[in-house]
C-alpha cells in the first residue's frame, strides 16, 4: 500500500472512530466572534507571562501545527487573516471532549473558545475552555512545498498551496487590490464600467487564434473573445466617452511563464484624447498604485532593480533600435539594409513582409528584453498596426505606443482609427496576408465597419495585461504564480 493510500486509510478510521463517539464530522453551527487578527491585536496589551485575562475570544480556523503532551497540547490555528497558538488542556475542556480532541489531525477545521495568556516564551495564545470540531480533514498537509515537481503541484492543487504558503495568499489579495485600484483611478476620471460580450460572431479584435464553440439553438458557431476592442469602439460610437472593461480574454496558443490562454486585461477608451494622452494617464495610474500596494517607486523584481518614478523614458522604435540595440540609423532608413540585417540576426522573414515588420522583428529581438525600468516605444510601423491611427506627419507609422517593463510587454494603445474606408481598407489588406488556409479563416467585421461609418470621435485606447502587472509589484517569476488557477496539462 502506498503511503498516501495509507495515510488516507488512517485518517478514514480517526472519522469512524469520531463517528462512534458522537462528534460529527461536517458541522454548520459554530459561530466565530473574532477574526484571529482581531484576537492578535486585542492581546497586545497583555504583557509577559500572564494568567488567562480577557474574552472571551472565538475563533475558527484550519489546525496546521499540532503539539501533543498527554494531557494537553498547543495548536496553531490559522484562519483567513492570520495565525494564533491555541493551548488544549484536558482539565479545562473534560475528559469527553479531550478523548474526541486526540482524534483530530492537522488540516482539520475547528472552533475554540477561550481566554488569552502569554506562554513563558511571550507567545500570545487562546487557553481554549471549549473545542469543537468543525471539518475533518481526510488528506494530510504537506510540510512544505519544494522542487520543481512540487512547483506544478502548488499550481495542480492552488488549494493546498494557499493553505500552507501564507505569501502565496498575500501574492492574491495584492492582486485584488491591485485591480481596486485600477477601478478607482478610472471612476475618479469619469470613466464608466462596462461588460461585453465573451462570445463573439467572429474571431476578431487582435491577430491570435481563438477558442471556438457552437451556441445550439442559434445554430451557429461563436469564438471566446480574443479582446474587447471592437465592442468597446461601438460604445464610443454611441455616445460613451470614457468606458473600460476589466476583462478575460482567449487565445489557443502556447504556455509559458508569460502566457496563459485565459488572462485578465483592463482595457479603456477615450473620446477625444490621443495615445500621447494615454501615456500620461498610465504613467500616473501604474506608478500610484506601486506606492499604494509597495510603498515606494522603487522596487526589486527577481534581483533587478526598478525605478517606476516618473517621467518614463519615451522613444520611438527607430530611436530605441539605435539607443538600446546599438544599430545604425542610416541602415534603418534602407530596407534591403535592415532585412539583411534581420537574417543576419537569424530573423525568418515572410517574403511579403515589408520595411516595418522586419523593423519590429528586430525590435522584438534585439530591444525589448533590455528594457527594465519603464519605457514607451511610440511610432510602431502602420504595417503591424491594422487598427491604429496614422501620423499625420509620417503615415508609415501610427500613432501608437507599447510599454515594457522588466523587458516584458505591460501595455499596447493608440488613437484609434475612425475612418471606415481606410478601417476597411487595412482589414482587408490584414485579412489577404494572413490567407485562407488557417483552421479559422479570418472574417471582416462588417458590422464594425458600419458602426465607423455611423460616425465615432477621435479616441485613444489602451490594453493593460494585469497578470503581467501583478507579477512585477507581487514579484512573481511566472504567470501562473498570479493566477489562482492557471491551465495545465492533464494529470497523467
Given amino acids: 500500500m502506498s503511503e498516501l493510500n495509507l495515510i488516507l486509510q488512517q485518517r478514514r478510521q480517526k472519522a469512524d472512530e469520531l463517528l462512534a463517539l458522537g462528534t460529527s464530522l461536517f458541522v454548520n453551527d459554530f459561530k466565530p466572534t473574532h477574526r484571529i487578527e482581531e484576537v492578535l491585536r ?46 488544549v488542556k484536558r482539565d479545562l475542556i473534560g475528559p469527553e471532549a479531550y478523548a474526541s480532541f486526540k482524534k483530530w489531525d492537522l488540516g482539520d477545521i475547528a472552533g475554540f473558545t477561550g481566554t488569552l495568556f502569554r506562554t513563558k516564551t511571550d507567545e500570545l495564545t487562546i487557553q481554549a475552555t471549549a473545542i469543537k470540531l468543525i471539518t475533518k480533514s ?37 492582486r485584488v487590490e491591485i485591480i481596486r485600484l485600477m477601478r478607482e483611478f478610472l471612476v475618479n476620471r469619469r470613466f464608466m464600467e462596462v461588460e461585453t460580450p465573451m462570445m463573439h460572431p467572429i474571431a476578431g479584435g487582435a491577430v491570435a487564434r481563438p477558442f471556438m464553440t457552437h451556441h ?34 482567449f487565445r489557443n496558443e502556447g504556455l509559458s511563464t508569460r502566457h496563459n490562454p ?75 539594409a535592415t532585412r539583411q540585417l534581420a537574417k543576419d540576426k537569424g530573423i525568418v522573414l515572410d517574403a511579403a513582409a515589408g520595411h516595418g515588420k522586419v523593423k519590429t522583428a528586430l525590435f522584438e529581438l534585439l530591444v525589448e528584453e533590455r528594457l527594465i525600468n ?55 489588406k490584414q485579412i489577404a496576408e494572413r490567407g485562407d ?7 471582416l467585421d462588417e458590422d464594425f465597419l458600419r458602426a465607423l461609418e455611423y460616425g465615432m470621435p477621435p479616441a485613444a485606447g489602451e490594453g493593460i495585461g494585469i497578470d503581467r502587472f501583478v507579477m512585477l509589484l507581487t514579484d512573481s517569476p511566472s504567470i501562473r504564480d498570479v493566477i489562482l488557477f492557471p491551465h495545465l496539462r492533464p494529470e497523467k
Fill in 42 to 87: 486585542a492581546g497586545k496589551e497583555i504583557v509577559g507571562e500572564t494568567p488567562a485575562t480577557g474574552g472571551p475570544f472565538s475563533v475558527a480556523g484550519r489546525i496546521v501545527g499540532l503539539r501533543n503532551f498527554g494531557k494537553a497540547a498547543f495548536l496553531l490555528v490559522q484562519d483567513e487573516t492570520a495565525r494564533v497558538q491555541v493551548y
Fill in 138 to 174: 481526510l488528506r494530510t498537509l504537506p510540510e512544505k512545498f519544494h522542487g520543481l515537481t512540487d512547483v506544478e503541484t502548488r499550481y495542480r492543487q492552488r488549494y493546498v498551496d494557499l493553505i500552507v504558503n501564507p505569501e502565496v495568499r498575500d501574492t492574491f489579495r495584492r
Fill in 216 to 249: 445550439n439553438a442559434l445554430g451557429m458557431d461563436l469564438y471566446l473573445r480574443i479582446a474587447p476592442e471592437l465592442y468597446l469602439k461601438r460604445l464610443l460610437v454611441g455616445g460613451f466617452e470614457r468606458v473600460f472593461e476589466i476583462n478575460r480574454n
Fill in 262 to 336: 485565459e488572462f485578465t486585461m483592463l482595457e479603456f477608451y477615450q473620446a477625444f484624447a490621443t495615445y500621447e494622452d494615454l501615456m500620461d494617464l498610465t504613467e500616473e495610474m501604474l506608478s500610484w498604485i506601486a506606492v499604494e500596494v509597495r510603498g515606494s517607486m522603487q522596487i526589486v523584481y527577481q534581483g533587478q532593480e526598478v525605478d517606476l518614478s516618473p517621467p518614463w523614458q519615451r522613444y520611438t522604435m527607430d530611436q530605441a533600435l539605435v539607443a538600446v540595440a546599438g544599430l545604425s540609423a542610416d541602415i534603418l532608413q534602407d530596407p534591403a
Fill in 374 to 428: 519603464p519605457t514607451f516605444v511610440t511610432a510602431y510601423p502602420t504595417e503591424v498596426s491594422p487598427l491604429a491611427r496614422r501620423n499625420e506627419k509620417n503615415p508609415e507609422v501610427t500613432d501608437r505606443f507599447e510599454l515594457f517593463i522588466t523587458g516584458r510587454e505591460i501595455a499596447n494603445a493608440f488613437s484609434e482609427l475612425n475612418d471606415p474606408a481606410d478601417q476597411r481598407q487595412r482589414l482587408e
Fill in 437 to 443: 488556409d488557417e483552421e479559422i479563416p479570418p472574417v
